[in-house]
T-cell receptor, first 111, second 113 residues
Framework: GENVEQHPSTLSVQEGDSAVIKCTYS??????FPWYKQELGKGPQLIID?????GEKKDQRIAVTLNKTAKHFSLHITETQPEDSAVYFC??????????FGAGTTVTVRA | DTAVSQTPKYLVTQMGNDKSIKCEQN?????MYWYKQDSKKFLKIMFS???????INETVPNRFSPKSPDKAHLNLHINSLELGDSAVYFC????????????FGPGTRLTVL
């Protein structure tokens, strides 16, 4: 099955700085890569996703890049704010209803 | 106007008991899921139903039995609870493949004593 590895497990950044989280996947058939944000005491919420026919996608301060050859994808958050503090999960899927999640990255934005 | 709701939010029970968690979605989605999140925050899919039909069963013990009375509901019944069942259980729903956004419920924190 699909194996998704995520790094780092924790990330502390100064407010205003950028944060980068990286993930690798094992199954070359995977073609959908969403990122979820989980705030304390809540369920995960989709913040951005990318499909395998696209190399980069941006939504305001958030961007995701995908390198299919190397089988890795990354989340970039610019101009971080305190409300960006949360656990972020990457995931991979190959159109089979199943999302395989990474282990999560706890991001702390220091004011 | 909650999209995906779960009850109860907290569940504390003794080993060996049987308990149920209910999930409802009002998004009109065809597919519903149950995930387990352990103490290290790792999220793992347990089951998925599409139009009330089981499509994913991720080697979950037989003590766990999902039931989907209709497209909007997916309940999880757990028999003979064990200490290792303690976790947060999330229900989610999505419209259909390919891989559309999954909407998660607020979670049910199950503690087995």
């Amino acid at each position: 099955g699909e194996n998704v590895e995520q790094h780092p497990s924790t990330l502390s950044v100064q407010e205003g700085d950028s944060a980068v989280i990286k993930c690798t996947y094992s199954d070359s058939a995977s073609n959908y890569f969403p990122w979820y944000k989980q705030e304390l005491g809540k369920g995960p919420q989709l913040i951005i996703d990318i499909r395998s026919n696209v190399g980069e996608k941006k939504d305001q301060r958030i961007a995701v890049t995908l390198n299919k050859t190397a089988k890795h994808f990354s989340l970039h958050i610019t101009e971080t704010q305190p409300e960006d503090s949360a656990v972020y999960f990457c995931a991979a899927s190959k159109n089979d209803y199943k999302l395989s999640f990474g282990a999560g990255t706890t991001v702390t934005v220091r004011a | 106007d909650t999209a995906v709701s779960q009850t109860p939010k907290y569940l504390v029970t003794q080993m060996g008991n049987d308990k149920s968690i209910k999930c409802e979605q009002n998004l009109g989605h065809d597919t519903m899921y149950w995930y387990k999140q352990d103490s290290k925050k790792f999220l793992k899919i347990m089951f998925s139903y599409n139009n009330k039909e089981l499509i994913i069963n991720e080697t979950v013990p037989n003590r766990f039995s999902p039931k989907s009375p209709d497209k909007a509901h997916l309940n999880l019944h757990i028999n003979s609870l064990e200490l290792g069942d303690s976790a947060v259980y999330f229900c989610a729903s999505s419209q259909a493949i390919p891989s559309n956004e999954q909407f998660f419920g607020p979670g049910t924190r199950l503690t087995v004593l």
